[in-house]
């Protein structure tokens, strides 16, 4: 619907965070209701820490448009998102015949999203695009935006990897080879990097086999023979867009983060160089997003919950991973996805990717304890 929304008339947002706010109601009542207060406790938390931080610059150096004020609470409420989800799902999933339906139903949500990029990408279907026509390459399928195709990809390919390692199933290795090069089609810098990872980790361990190999090779071969037709009008465009920012930044680094490092500069410099602000914003948080943010998960939630917000809340997520008794995975998982978040914009604070991030948790802990029990 977003999708929809976002191309003939542009106000997919408010329809967004409409559905959102409803989802966040139903969900913080079932906790009240299951007498599971920490994630509200957390939520009031990191909410009331971040707008303190707010009115505090209103009140001081800052001037502040209640527009922002607003920007600047959607932007904490998407970051604190996945708290709110992982308690329902944890609480309300804890049987195992319940963890398999939710199981099932992510799978055909998944398929159905990655058939959507695949029929995008053939029929050259415009609202399915990752950009705009005539410009960079890339097709995101259903979902509203770029970076959201990222996570989700990411996120579905170590579901389908954990899958594999606990059944070895061909299909499911087949889903692998479907996200792999629907991570091509998004056309992202952060999609190559993660499909150049994924590659590695699924063919590393195989390379001895010169049948899987080969295999592997006829689907690259075959695809790529497919997308020229495509990608070859798409090669001057892309590479003009990198060449501008190639131009105007410091070379590699600027090309890696699309002119990000420049934001970054900005914050930088607006924080530890010329700002004169309170101490509390440091430790809480609480700056002006709207000016500040960079597109960049780990110094945004800088700005928005401060350099103690900052450890809590990354502490606080490896802890929920941690759970699962699969460090070996979850933090190979963690290290990409953060690094993906750095190159695609934010894929933490996100109305589309805590849901599936807390059902990745949930494969994770349930590879763990199927392992175990051999």
């Given amino acids: 619907m977003n999708s929809v929304l976002i191309k003939y008339t542009g106000e997919y947002n408010w329809y967004s965070q409409m559905i959102r706010g409803l989802a966040e109601v139903l969900f913080i009542s079932f906790l009240f209701r299951a007498k599971c207060y920490q994630p509200v406790l957390i939520l009031v938390f990191f909410l009331f820490s971040n707008l303190m931080g707010m009115l505090l610059l209103y009140g001081t150096s800052e001037k502040i448009e209640l527009d922002e004020f607003y920007q600047n609470f959607v932007i904490v ?220 998960d780990v110094f945004d939630i800088l700005t928005a919950f401060g350099f103690m917000g900052v450890v809590y809340y990354y502490l606080y997520i490896s802890y929920f991973f941690r759970l699962s008794k699969c460090t070996r995975y979850s933090l190979i998982f963690l290290i990409i996805f953060l690094t993906a978040s750095s190159l695609g914009g934010h894929l933490i604070y996100n109305a589309v990717i805590p849901a599936y991030l807390v059902i990745l948790c949930l494969r994770f802990r349930s590879y763990a304890g199927i392992r175990s029990q051999l």
């Fill in 77 to 296: 409420n998407k970051m604190l998102y996945f708290f709110v989800v992982y308690f329902v799902i944890s609480v309300y999933f804890r049987e195992n015949f319940k963890i398999e339906k939710l199981f099932y139903f992510f799978e055909f949500c998944f398929l159905v999203y990655v058939a959507s990029i695949f029929i995008g990408f053939i029929f050259q279907i415009d609202i399915f695009r990752s950009y705009a026509v005539g410009a960079r390459f890339g097709f995101k399928g259903v979902i509203v935006t770029t970076n959201e195709a990222v996570g989700l990809l990411l996120i579905g390919f170590f579901y389908f990897y954990m899958k594999y390692l606990t059944y070895y199933r061909k299909y499911d290795i087949a889903v692998i080879y479907s996200i792999f090069f629907c991570s091509i089609i998004v056309g992202s810098k952060a999609s190559v990097f993660f499909s150049i990872l994924s590659l590695v980790l699924l063919i590393g361990p195989q390379l001895k086999s010169k049948r899987f190999f080969l295999t592997f090779f006829v689907f690259i071969a075959g695809f790529v023979v497919i997308s020229l037709e495509y990608l070859v009008d798409k090669f001057e465009v892309t590479m003009n867009y990198f060449y501008y920012f190639y131009n105007r930044g410091d070379a590699i680094v600027s090309i890696l983060l699309t002119g990000r490092d420049w934001r970054l500069a900005t914050l930088i410099e607006e924080l530890f160089i010329v700002g004169d602000y309170p101490i509390y914003n440091y430790i809480f948080g609480g700056f002006n997003f709207v000016r500040l943010g960079t597109e960049m």
